[in-house]
């Protein structure tokens, strides 16, 4: 069975510019979620979509955005990136308990 | 004050020995409480989870929850060197459904290093 699968691994951007972020959840899994692991930070809730719908939303500014596709998978849009925006986003996936992490996108805002 | 603290560490233990790695939180309302292992440029992977007080088994570990003291600790037993990772405790206010409104909240994250 395949992890969930996030796309791409590295990205590098220019502040001011627009970042977005893939994943694809194990099959059968309908929920996404994303996290930020920042230096210092830890790990971070970002948002939650299930069955195409945001279900729920962490303390993050409207410029952290994303959607979910009929397939469940999931892009996450960071707009007007700024230098603290470079972290690692974690996508997941669940089917009731305990989620199944990627192994990320590291994203550097220079 | 952090709802979830967790010690950074760096722990350093030698082959065999037991490790305990521990979490505190301030929220009497986590009802889920996990432990992940996270190796280095990889996500997450849980290890164990937990809705109770009380000690569950797997294998080596051994995950023990105290809600009273608002204390979750896990126990790794004859450690070996691929354990050697950052682990990190999380946990979850869960609603009526016994879902998880999608969020954890996670620890830190401590840096273990089991030496030959």
């Known amino acids: 069975e395949a992890g969930v699968t996030q796309s791409p691994t590295h990205l590098i951007k220019t502040r001011g510019q627009q970042a977005t972020l893939r994943c694809s959840p194990i099959?059968?899994?309908?929920?996404v979620y994303w996290y930020q692991q920042a230096l210092g930070l830890g790990l971070q809730f970002l948002l939650w979509?299930?069955?195409?719908?945001?279900?729920n939303r962490g303390n993050f500014p409207p410029r952290f955005s994303g959607r979910q596709f009929p397939n469940y998978s999931s892009e996450l849009n960071v707009n007007a990136l700024e230098l603290e925006d470079s972290a690692l986003y974690l996508c997941?996936?669940?089917?009731?308990?305990?989620?199944?992490f990627g192994s990320g996108t590291r994203l550097t805002v220079v | 004050q952090k709802e979830v603290e967790q010690d950074p560490g760096p722990l350093s233990v030698p082959e065999g020995a037991i490790v305990s790695l521990n979490c505190t939180y301030s929220n009497s309302a986590f009802q889920y409480f996990m432990w992940y292992r996270q190796y280095s440029r990889k996500g997450p992977e849980l290890l164990m989870y937990?809705?109770?007080?009380g000690n569950k088994e797997d294998g080596r570990f051994t995950a023990q929850v105290d809600k009273s003291s608002k204390y979750i600790s896990l126990f790794i037993r004859d450690s070996q060197p691929s354990d050697s990772a950052t682990y990190l405790c999380?946990?979850?206010?869960?609603?009526?459904?016994?879902?998880?409104?999608?969020?954890?909240?996670f620890g830190q994250g401590t840096i273990l290093t089991v030496h030959p």
């Open positions: 979509y299930d069955e195409g719908e945001e279900r």
């Open positions: 937990t809705y109770s007080s």
């Open positions: 999380a946990m979850s206010v869960l609603n009526a459904g016994g879902t998880s409104y999608g969020k954890l909240t």
């Open positions: 997941a996936s669940s089917k009731g308990y305990g989620y199944t």
């Open positions: 099959s059968g899994h309908t929920s």
